[in-house]
């Protein structure tokens, strides 16, 4: 019962102090607002390259052609290796014999056709394309491919694709550690806004020591009250990500620059967003007045 | 059984003064004391003790059997809540009002607001600001508004006041009747007073036990003693 009483009067006391140091929590809302958009760019940057970078990494693969005198049994045992291999870097894998990539060019065009009706023999090679799992060690298990004496050759697209993969890793990374950096920028803020309320109301919590108010009765408030501006603060940034990304998925029409570049869906990964943000602005807010508040009691 | 006793009691603040040294004294349940000495010989620190705000280096302090010298932080409020503090300078919140700032006192501890109304009127009756209770700090006199801090001291019923140069702001008219309303409530509800003074006056006139302490050390005890002027010098 007291309990409650204590609970009920905290909040109350925080609504009253929010609307009481107006200008204060006003700064305290902007503040963690104009972070907390930059956390939610970050974020969405994050997420859709993380993305990409998977759309990506699935084209590419490994060519590997057969020697033309490989036998029946060197093709098995190359099959039995890849299976083995599934324990390691190899995804999965497809074989084409060369009688179906005669096959496949005889289609393509009718030239083609007429001129591998003349030959007598099939000069195509037996093939296996590998996807991979890790396309950093896509190097490695080309080079361990080679080593196979049934092996003609082994190649994977050395340039463009793979740079980029590189290119995207760095930026997923990158945007991660923003996006840690700019959390940490935000409980800053905020914590120092509250730290002001609370130092212009540090004659209150003297009293409440003085007269015997336990720590978490005298905490509670403040507690609330960083919470209430944690998730004021959110507000804006919620509305501006969610409209904003939808805007402009929907003007990009889902693809950014290329058709090879394609931005995540925004439902429901918006609204993920938006909840992670709420979450972000009301711990935020009441870890800083936490520690805003730990200073002016002993404990 | 005696409710306060300072036994062996040392204080040495982190830059090195020793603000009080060996000190042994007790002080019975519903005595009246003043604590007089000049500025910096333990007075305050000496008040600090008693309600838990500073710790004793070495030695022990206990109130009602309690060594309040080895009580965890946060099981203070418990001791404070046996205990009315004044200030000399008042402490009330300028944004509440009278009947406000004494109910502040009890709403921190978690009471109901069904019993802290009456509650809050009996205090504010007892110090005579009852027609007072809808004023603001800054629309009363200086005297007023140590009756109100007196008022929420006294709200929770503590068995012992402790207060620290209550006069210290005020003209001699006014202590004098600031030490009455004390005297009035030390003898009704029998609450143990403790008061740091410079005033004189006030001690000279009220023939109560005074402890004088200087430069740490206690200097003498008297039962009905009085501020003599060799002393403070």
């Known amino acids: ?212 108010a336990s720590n978490t009765s005298i905490r509670l408030p403040f507690l609330f009250e960083g919470l209430f501006l944690g998730i004021l603060g959110s507000i804006i940034p919620i509305l501006v990500t969610i409209y904003g990304y939808v805007l402009l998925y929907d003007h990009f029409n889902g693809y950014l620059f290329t058709h090879i570049i394609r931005l995540t869906e925004p439902f429901n990964f918006i609204i993920y967003i938006a909840l992670l943000l709420l979450a972000i602005g009301a711990v935020i807010g009441m870890l800083g007045s936490y520690r805003a508040v730990r200073k002016y009691l002993k404990i | 059984m005696k409710l306060i006793e300072v036994k062996n009691c040392y204080k040495v603040y982190p830059n090195g003064v020793t603000a009080i040294a060996d000190l042994n004294l007790s002080i019975e349940k519903g005595e009246f004391v003043f604590v007089i000495g000049a500025s ?53 919140l300028p944004k509440l009002t009278v009947y406000e700032n004494v109910a502040f006192a009890l709403e921190s501890i978690g009471l109901h607001t069904k019993e802290i109304r009456p509650k809050v009127i009996k205090a504010l009756e007892n ?41 210290g702001n005020l003209d001699p008219e006014i202590s004098k009747e600031i030490v009455l309303i004390l005297d009035k409530i030390n003898k009704e509800s029998g609450t143990t007073i403790i008061m740091a003074t410079h005033d004189k006056e006030i001690v000279n006139r009220m023939k109560k036990r005074v402890i004088h302490l200087e430069n740490g050390v206690l200097v003498s005890d008297d039962k009905k003693g009085s501020y003599k002027e060799h002393e403070s010098n």
């Open chain 1, 1 to 212: 019962m007291k309990a409650i009483r204590i609970l009920t009067r905290g909040i109350r006391d925080a609504f009253k102090s929010v609307i009481r140091n107006f200008s204060l929590s006003t700064a305290a809302i902007t503040c963690s607002s104009i972070t907390l958009i930059l956390v939610a760019t970050a974020m969405i940057i994050s997420y859709n390259v993380n993305n990409i970078t998977k759309d990506l990494e699935k084209e590419l693969s490994i060519v590997v052609y057969l020697k033309e005198e490989a036998t029946e049994e060197q093709i098995k045992d190359f099959k039995n290796r890849l299976e083995e291999m599934k324990n390691g870097n190899v995804l999965s894998y497809t074989y084409k014999s060369k009688e179906e990539w005669k096959l496949e060019m005889k289609n393509y065009s009718d030239t083609f056709s007429t001129a591998l009706d003349y030959l007598e023999t099939n000069p195509l090679l037996n093939s296996v394309t590998i996807i991979v799992k890790d396309v950093n060690h896509l190097k490695d298990t080309t080079e361990e491919i080679k080593k196979l004496d049934y092996v003609a050759s082994a190649d994977y697209g050395e340039g463009m694709a793979e740079n980029l993969v590189k290119a995207f890793d760095v930026l997923e990374k990158a945007t991660i550690v923003i996006v840690l950096a700019l959390v940490l920028v935000t409980a800053f803020l905020i914590g120092n806004t509250i730290r002001l309320t609370i130092f212009s109301r540090r004659n209150e919590i003297e009293i409440m020591r003085l007269v015997g």
């Open chain 2, 40 to 92: 910096g010989s333990g007075k305050s620190t000496f008040i600090k003790l008693l309600y838990r705000e500073e710790k004793p280096t070495n030695g022990s302090v206990f109130i009602g059997g309690i060594n309040v010298a080895k009580l965890r932080n946060s099981k203070v409020y418990k001791l404070r809540r046996k205990i009315g503090n004044v200030f000399q300078d008042f402490k009330l």
């Open chain 2, 127 to 167: 110090v005579g600001l009852k027609d007072k209770m809808r004023s603001f700090p800054n629309q009363l006199s200086g005297g007023e508004q140590q009756r109100v801090c007196i008022a929420r001291a006294i709200v929770n019923e503590p068995k012992i006041l402790i207060c620290d140069e209550p006069t």
